[in-house]
Each structure stands twice: as structure tokens, then as C-alpha cells.
């Protein structure tokens, strides 16, 4: 069977040689369902023969028998030397990297991998201060002690821009014993920093440097994208296959280079993030995922990308909206732009992100990726066309004519302006040990001087005021409130309406 990756040879895998349109783990799962072999393991469903006809009926009877699990002859995520392996290491081969591992619990599972293996408790890593929350969460499980750097913001659009070389040059100045780097590139809305400087910057210091590469899988496949993490000389990335490419949700890929990262290590902390029992569907669909990249990659992304400009180019001929781009390279934290994250910044309208997701949705069957206080997000991926593109153009324009010059809004965009930011909170506590000691709530007005619990962020632009284990200062309760009076949108604190923050007993 063509692309048949049997475990009998499993042993020398690197000896055989495999091509980018080989699907080895897929074909593997292939041949076993049509070997026909009574299966005595799990899924429990059997192949999907003991499903609730009421799901079958969703997910068709091929897929249920490809759902499979682990044995000898379909390979071991945790120990891969036969399909899995061949599949990972086609992967590697594709993008550049010295070794590839697929992951299928998100880039949140390769994020907290990663961490894991580059800073240990007490250990530093500096990461910045918009951090998903995925990287919170690595920090918390590895004991690290982050270092936080702040992004730049734009508040034209109310949002977090990349990190510039400056600031982490400053950052590995101040802290020389920290154990890495990470960056978050490109942003959720396609924004990346001069990848290739920090890089520079932070091996002069002899740190690894750790990227998010959640949004950036399709990097590779044009000149016309921002530079992919490993070509950057990054050290270690994730990526968010399923979020971006073909894979289905929850695939995604970790990607690393020998020498500052210790290989090894990665692996066991792969290992102590995900399930030993890994659906097989869902890492098939990376591996084809990768074959589909290498077979049509670049006119895939291409089309999305001119797609992507058009709708752009027409959304700002639309009175009240405007759509960021190419114009934006070049203000602080912005060195190249992802064409393909449509943000539509809609304040022109007098509405709210959250406002305008839910008139598309309802009136106009269109679906955005995200909403915030000013702004609305749209993928244009390989899975779009000009119908789609055009649906979106004409929901747009009618939205919009419904509702310029309808209402103002401009009060919260002036409070960043006319208030004084806060002195950066001291930490106390590593983020794992403000999370797992004794806590309670207290009135916020009276919280100066305890330690937080908690993450207080607001929206816009999204980058935490407090994080846990980090002292409340005065000058923060009073910028918090200030921002609550202001209607800016609060995340993160168990009572929303700030009333109370928990903190350490
Ligand atoms: C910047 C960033 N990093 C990491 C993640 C986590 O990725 P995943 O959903 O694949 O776990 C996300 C998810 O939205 C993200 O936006």
C-alpha cells in the first residue's frame, strides 16, 4: 500500500526514505482497518459500531473505524519509532526544524511542554505581559518565576502590539540568569516584532528563546508573511495547526533545534502534558495536514492572502470601519503584518466589538474568530473563497450603513489618555505559589499591600494590571477603577465586578 510505513521496519526509520506526499501514519491507520482485525481495544465504541446511532450519524462510520489506538503497529506518540515518528519527522522536514512533535491538546499543551523544559522552579523566564493564558498556566505548573516585559500598545485600536527588541534587550540585561525568552509572534491579530533581532539579543546572553507561534503555522508557505519562528533562529515554537491549516482542532505542532534546547527533556514533558491514549484521528489529520502544506502550501496561502487584501481594500472603502494593515509596519512593536487576520476596528459605528459579533451573527449568519471593545476579527484561511469573502463585504457594508452616525464612542477610548499609568507591580510569590497558598477575598479599595491571587486584566488593551503573587499597589486599585467607571471590559478576577479580589492569606 502506497505510503505504508510498516512497524517491521520501524527500527530504520531514518533508513527509509519517505516523500512530502507520504502520509505514514494515516496509511498505517488505513491498513489496519482494511486488514480487517477484530478489535479487542479501545476506543470502546468499537470502530463506532457501539456508538449512539444519535453521534454516528455526525461522524461517519470511516472515521469511527479510523479511530484507533495505541499499538505495535501504529506507533507510540510517547515513544514513536514507526508511522508516528515517520510522520513527525516529515513534519521536521517541512518546516525546518531538528526535531517536530505533534501535540493534541492545542499549542496550549505545547506551550506548557515548553516551559516546562526551559525553566524549572524558582527558575526565570521572561515572557510579556500579554501573555495567553496557556503561558500563565506553564508558569504555574513549572514553578518558574516570570519576568514580565510590556508590549506596545496601539490605542487607535485599543490593542497590544509585539514586544520590541529594545525591551527584551533590557529585560536580559536586568535579569542575565533567566533561562529563556518567550515571544508571542505574530499576535492573534497578525502583528509580528523584528523576530530575527530578538533572537540575536537574547543567544548573545546565552538564553533559549521560546516562541508562540499559535498563529503562524502558514508562515512558512509566502514571502509576503512574516518570518517563520526557526527561520528567525528561534530555538523551540508551537503552533496552532488546527487553528490556521488543515488539522483538526486541537492539533498542533511543537518544533525545536538542538543545542539550547535539551531534547530529551521536551520529550518527557510532551509526555507529562498529554493523554496516553492520543486520538489517532486527530494526529493523522496533522500528519496530512503537513502533506497538504508541502504539496500546495504556497498557492494555498497565496490565495488566502489575496483574498484577504481584497477584503481588506474593501472594507476600508466602507464609511465608519477601518481595517488595519501594511500602514501599521513600523510603529513601535510592529515589523511585519500577517494580511490574512481581517481586524475590522468598528468604533466608527458607535458600536462595541461584542455588539457588532452579534448583529453579523444573527442578522447576517457571519461568524467572527473574535470580538473586543473596539474591534472585530476574521480568518481568511485556505478554506475560504471569493463567495465567502464576498458574503463578509456585503454583511459589512450593510452593517454599516445601519448604524454610522448613528451613536458616539469616544469616552473610553479618552481615559487611556487622560490617566496616568501605574508603576508595574512588585512580585512576591511565584504565580504557582500565589495560586496554591491559603487565599481569600478582601474589598478591593482596601487590597493595598496584599498579594494577589488572581489575574486582573482589562479590555482594551488586554495586557494583565495584576498577576498572581505580584503586590497590589495604591496607584493600581485607583487605575483599576478608574477603567471600571470608564465601562472597560474586566477578565480574569473570580468577582468581575471588583468589589472584592482574592489574594494570599
Ligand atoms: C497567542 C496564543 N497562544 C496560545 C494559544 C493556545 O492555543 P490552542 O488553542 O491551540 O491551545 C492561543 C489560543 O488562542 C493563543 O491565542
Known sequence: MKGFYPVSVAKEAH???????????????????????????????????????????????????????????????HEPHGC????????????????????????????????????????????????HRSIIGGIILSGATPVFMQPEVDYELGLAMGVTPETVEKAVEQHPDAKGVLIINPTYYGVATDLK?????????????????????????????????????????????????????QCSMVHCREGRVNVPRLKAMLQLVQSTSPNYILMASLDVA?????????????????????????INKIPGLYC???????????????????????????????????ILRHKYKVQVELSDMYNILFLITLGDSEREAQALVDALRDLAENHVGKRDFTAVEDVYSTTTYPEPPVQALSPRRALFGNTRMVPFREAAGRICAEIVTFYPPGIPLLCPGEIISEDIIQYCLRLQEAGLHISGPEDYTLSTIKVVE
Open 197 to 249: 533581532r530578538i533572537v540575536d539579543i537574547v543567544h548573545a546572553h546565552n538564553m533559549a528563546v521560546i516562541v508562540d507561534e499559535a498563529h503562524g503555522p502558514h508562515l512558512k508557505f509566502s514571502d509576503r508573511l512574516p518570518l517563520q519562528a526557526l527561520d528567525a533562529g528561534a530555538d523551540i515554537c508551537a503552533q496552532s495547526t488546527h487553528k490556521i491549516l488543515g488539522a483538526m482542532t
Open 324 to 358: 488595519f494593515g501594511a500602514e501599521k509596519v513600523g510603529n513601535p512593536g510592529v515589523y511585519a503584518f500577517d494580511p490574512t487576520k481581517v481586524t475590522v476596528t468598528v468604533k466608527g459605528l458607535g458600536l462595541k466589538g461584542a455588539e457588532a459579533e452579534r
Open 290 to 314: 503537513r502533506m497538504q502544506m508541502a504539496t500546495e502550501g504556497r498557492q494555498l496561502i497565496e490565495r488566502a492572502i489575496d483574498l484577504a487584501e481584497w477584503v481588506r481594500a474593501e
Open 15 to 77: 533508513a527509509v526514505h519517505l516523500k512530502q506526499t507520504d502520509t505514514p501514519l494515516l496509511a498505517a491507520m488505513r491498513h489496519y482497518v482494511e486488514d480487517g482485525a477484530i478489535p479487542f481495544h479501545t476506543p470502546g465504541h468499537k470502530m463506532g459500531k457501539g456508538m449512539h446511532p444519535r453521534l454516528r450519524q455526525f461522524v461517519n462510520s470511516e472515521a469511527l473505524a479510523l479511530d484507533l489506538a495505541l499499538m505495535a503497529e501504529l506507533d507510540d506518540l
Open 84 to 131: 508516528i515518528k515517520a510522520a513527525q519527522d516529515l513534519a521536521a522536514e517541512l518546516y525546518g526544524a531538528d526535531h517536530s512533535f505533534f501535540v493534541v491538546n492545542g499549542t496550549t499543551g505545547g506551550i506548557y511542554a515548553m516551559i516546562l523544559t526551559i525553566a524549572g522552579p524558582k527558575e526565570k523566564i521572561i515572557v510579556p505581559r500579554n501573555a
